[in-house]
């Protein structure tokens, strides 16, 4: 069955520290890939996508993505984490074809601690 | 500054009371999506539309929900008769086929069936 994994629920960070989360997947090929943050009451907004290329990608906020095929992963990091980025972030994926739906891991929250 | 806007933001109804969400999405997008979203589901596709034609409506209650699209600027989610466990998010998404299959989210609806 096809599947997106997010394996933390929550995740608190200093301020100034790094971040990772993680993103496996389960499809029978390789999909689009995804992450977006949602703050709060507000809707989902695109930080970065990987259809080919690169396995390192660059997003908007400082974040970063690296795909491994190997892994089935897609982990998104940040080098330095600011307050703003308290959020919760959600990986994606979308089949290689016509039928683009999204579909969403269930979400990791970021809180960013003084 | 081009966005996908929904309409309301907030709704509060009693249980049997029809309601209907409206979704402008961004002119020239052929794609609409409608997601729900709660702490327990998470994000769930109810489905989504090419070129105002339903392509995929299998994650929605067939019984009560019903989804259109009137025209190219106007999609409506519509639920008779309401139901306390329809309280959620609802989320509009648009997006261009074959250009990156970006989805841009709206701010979403928040639908409160008491």
């Known amino acids: 069955a096809q599947s997106v994994t997010q394996p933390d629920i929550h995740i608190t960070v200093s301020e100034g520290a790094s971040l990772e989360l993680r993103c496996n997947y389960s499809?029978?090929?390789?999909?689009?890939l995804f992450w977006y943050v949602q703050s709060p009451g507000q809707g989902l907004q695109l930080l970065l996508k990987?259809?080919?290329?690169?396995?390192l990608v660059q997003g908007i906020k400082g974040f970063e993505a690296e795909f491994k095929r190997s892994q089935s992963s897609f982990n998104l990091r940040k080098p330095s984490v600011h307050w703003s980025d308290a959020a919760e972030y959600f990986c994606?994926?979308?089949?290689?074809?016509?039928?683009?739906?999204?579909?969403f891991g269930a979400g990791t929250t970021v809180t960013v601690r003084a | 500054d081009a966005r996908v806007t929904q309409t309301p933001r907030h709704k509060v109804t009693e249980m049997g009371q029809e309601v209907t969400m409206r979704c402008q999405p961004i002119?020239?997008?052929?794609?609409v999506f409608w997601y729900r979203q709660t702490m327990m589901q998470g994000l769930e596709l109810l489905a989504y539309?090419?070129?105002?034609?339903?392509?995929?409506d299998s994650g929605m209650p067939k019984d009560r929900f019903s989804a259109e699209m009137p025209d190219a600027t106007l999609a409506t989610l519509k639920i008779q008769p309401s139901e306390p466990r329809d309280s959620a998010v609802y989320f509009c998404?648009?997006?261009?086929?074959?250009?990156?299959?970006?989805?841009?989210f709206g701010q979403g609806t928040r639908l409160t069936v008491v």
């Open positions: 998404a648009s997006g261009l086929q074959g250009d990156s299959t970006e989805a841009f």
């Open positions: 499809y029978g090929a390789t999909p689009y």
């Open positions: 990987y259809f080919s290329g690169d396995t």
């Open positions: 994606a994926v979308s089949p290689r074809s016509n039928d683009y739906k999204l579909s």
């Open positions: 002119l020239g997008h052929n794609t």
């Open positions: 539309f090419r070129n105002r034609a339903p392509l995929d």
